[in-house]
């Protein structure tokens, strides 16, 4: 059964740690996304790679950064927690570009305190 | 915003009944997605329906989409108890965009 794989269900993190969320996908996409869920907002795209070492800005990059060493692998990288870093955080990888019909991660709920 | 956007945000309905749920946009696109989430977990992939497309069928549910209207909607016929979750829709822009845009999703409730 193909998946995505994000390393933590739950992290609590204190203000100020450097955090990584980790997503493995073993499906040979080359598409990969960072989105953070809030409630009643929606999904919102943070980071997303069409290639390995390659990344680009979603719609809210502002305090986060990715690595992309290898296909199968994306970080989201949280330089400094924040408090209004605390959410849901969804991987997806996809095929196509655009996606269509993207795989998801279960997620990771991260709590900064 | 380049959002779409979910109506209702909320949905109750008792078993056996039809759920419908509509999604609205701004701009021109090449497909809508629609997507589900069970409380706390990830997404995954219901149905796509492109722009040239007015009408798709995957089992009990049924999507329609309006272009002129630049809307959809999410049809569930006959829903189980099992079919509660958070529905989402998803699109993606043919003004050169490669990513897709969510909306805040529909919660819906299937009550035995």
């Known amino acids: 059964d193909v998946k995505v794989t994000q390393s933590s269900r739950y992290l609590v993190k204190r203000t100020g740690e450097k955090v990584f969320l980790e997503c493995v996908q073993d499906?040979?996409?080359?598409?990969m996304f960072w989105y953070r869920q809030d409630p009643g907002l929606g999904l919102r795209l943070i980071y997303f790679s069409y290639d390995v070492k390659m990344k680009e800005k979603g719609d809210i990059p502002e305090g986060y950064s990715v690595s992309r060493e290898k296909k199968e692998r994306f970080s989201l990288i949280l330089e400094s927690a924040s408090t209004n870093q605390t959410s849901m955080y969804l991987c997806?990888?996809?095929?196509?570009?655009?996606?269509?019909?993207?795989?998801f991660g279960s997620g990771t709920r991260l709590t900064v305190v | 915003s380049q959002q779409g956007e979910e109506d209702p945000q909320a949905l109750s309905i008792q078993e056996g009944e039809n759920a419908t749920m509509n999604c609205s946009y701004k701009?021109?696109?090449?497909?809508l997605q629609w997507y589900r989430q069970n409380s706390g977990r990830g997404l995954v992939h219901l149905i796509l329906i492109r722009s040239n497309e007015r009408e798709k069928h995957s089992g009990r549910l049924r999507v329609t989409l309006d272009t002129s209207k630049k809307s959809s909607s999410l049809l569930i016929t006959a829903s189980r108890a099992a079919d509660t979750a958070s529905y989402f829709c998803a699109t993606d822009f043919s003004g050169g965009y490669n990513k897709l845009i969510f909306g805040a999703g529909t919660r819906l409730a299937v009550h035995p």
């Open positions: 997806a990888s996809s095929l196509s570009r655009p996606p269509m019909g993207s795989t």
């Open positions: 499906m040979d996409h080359e598409n």
């Open positions: 701009t021109s696109i090449n497909n």
